[in-house]
T-cell receptor
Framework: DTGVSQDPRHKITKRGQNVTFRCDPI?????LYWYRQTLGQGPEFLTY????????KSRLLSDRFSAERPKGSFSTLEIQRTEQGDSAMYLC???????????????FGSGTQLSVL | GQNIDQPTEMTATEGAIVQINCTYQ??????LFWYQQHAGEAPTFLSY??LDGLEEKGRFSSFLSRSKGYSYLLLKELQMKDSASYLC??????????WGAGTKLIIKP
C-alpha cells in the first residue's frame, strides 16, 4: 500500500495520560500535515513539516501537543496530560510540493480516533 | 476573519442531480478544493479550481467564481455510495488551507 498510513486506528486513554501517534506519508512526499477533526466539523490545522523542518504550528495549539519528523519521513504527534477535550480524530496528510505550491494536493491517512475517558 | 460557508446537510434521491454550494471570505485566494469524506474515513480529493469556470470529471463537476467568492460541486446520476460529507477548502494568500465544516449528503432510494 503506497498511501498515507497512521497508527493506531483507535486509541482509548485515561485523562492525564500521554499518547503518541505515528504517520507514514507517501514516500516521495516532502510535506506532512497534522489535523484534528471532530464530528460535523472540517479538519482543524495543527502543524506541518517541510521535510524535517516544522514550518508552522497553530497558535491555538496547546503546548501539551508536540510533533516531530526526525528524518523527513515518518512523523509522530504526542499529546501530554490528555484532557477529555482532546477526544477527536487526528488526521495526517502528505503532499509533494514543487514551485510555489499553488496546486498542492493533500492525501490523507485514515486517521487515529482518540477517546479520552 | 476567514470563513467558509456550506450547508450543513442535504438530501437527494438516487439517480438525481444535487448541487452543493460553498461561499468563502479569505485573505487572498490560491485555489479551492473539494474533498469527499465517508463516515469514519479520511477525506479524499475530488477537485481543484483556481480559475473561474467549470471543471468536469465524470459524474462530478466543480464551478468557481472568484469575484463572487463562490463555488459549487455538482453531482450527477447520484448513487447510494455518494452518501458522504463534502468538504470545501480554500488556500489563502499564505498558502494555508481553510476548511469548511462540510455538507452531509444523504441519498435516498
Amino acid at each position: 500500500d503506497t498511501g498515507v498510513s497512521q497508527d493506531p486506528r483507535h486509541k482509548i486513554t485515561k485523562r492525564g495520560q500521554n499518547v503518541t501517534f505515528r504517520c507514514d506519508p507517501i514516500s516521495e512526499h516532502n510535506r506532512l500535515y497534522w489535523y484534528r477533526q471532530t464530528l460535523g466539523q472540517g479538519p482543524e490545522f495543527l502543524t506541518y513539516f517541510q521535510n524535517e523542518a516544522q514550518l508552522e504550528k497553530s497558535r491555538l495549539l496547546s503546548d501539551r501537543f508536540s510533533a516531530e519528523r526526525p528524518k523527513g519521513s515518518f512523523s509522530t504527534l504526542e499529546i501530554q496530560r490528555t484532557e477529555q477535550g482532546d477526544s477527536a480524530m487526528y488526521l495526517c496528510a502528505s503532499s509533494l510540493v514543487t514551485g510555489d505550491g499553488r496546486n498542492e494536493k493533500l492525501f490523507f491517512g485514515s486517521g487515529t480516533q482518540l477517546s479520552v475517558l | 476573519g476567514q470563513n467558509i460557508d456550506q450547508p450543513t446537510e442535504m438530501t437527494a434521491t438516487e439517480g438525481a442531480i444535487v448541487q452543493i454550494n460553498c461561499t468563502y471570505q479569505t485573505s487572498g485566494f490560491n485555489g479551492l478544493f473539494w474533498y469527499q469524506q465517508h463516515a469514519g474515513e479520511a477525506p479524499t480529493f475530488l477537485s481543484y479550481n483556481v480559475l473561474d469556470g467549470l471543471e468536469e470529471k465524470g459524474r462530478f463537476s466543480s464551478f468557481l467564481s472568484r469575484s463572487k467568492g463562490y463555488s459549487y460541486l455538482l453531482l450527477k446520476e447520484l448513487q447510494m455510495k455518494d452518501s458522504a460529507s463534502y468538504l470545501c477548502a480554500v488556500r489563502d494568500s499564505n498558502y494555508q488551507l481553510i476548511w469548511g465544516a462540510g455538507t452531509k449528503l444523504i441519498i435516498k432510494p
